[in-house]
């Protein structure tokens, strides 16, 4: 298993499934504060997100890193090495919205 590429989160497994629609977390209160937030304030910053596990009704949850605003619409790079997830892989770009958020760390961004 390897684990996660983020440097706040060495130790976290992306290997967390949880089926798809389900709500994984409760969202800490500076992460509701974050979504709040205009999509700006999130470049620089790690973002997690569930990745549909293709054939299941599972979602792999990684980090990316936010890098620019286009149209409304995040845009980072994967900062995991995918275990079930096979259509991506690290370091590629991923769009996305503030609503696909489940997690932030913002620190030292």
């Not at 974050?34 to 949850?61: D, R």
Request: proline share 7%; aromatic share 8%; net charge negative.
């Amino acid at each position: 298993m390897k684990p996660c590429g983020h440097p706040h989160h060495p130790e976290d497994s992306n290997l967390v499934f949880i089926p798809a629609g389900a709500q994984p977390v409760v969202l800490r209160a500076a992460d509701v504060k974050a979504h709040q937030s205009t999509p700006e304030w999130f470049i620089g910053k790690y973002c997690k997100l569930g990745f549909p596990v293709q054939g299941t009704t599972f979602k792999e949850f990684m980090w990316v890193k936010v890098v620019s605003l286009t149209e409304g619409e995040l845009q980072g790079s994967l900062d995991n090495d995918p275990v079930k997830v096979r259509d991506i892989s690290r370091g590629d770009g991923v769009g996305f919205t503030v609503d696909e958020i489940i997690d932030v760390d913002d620190e030292d961004s």
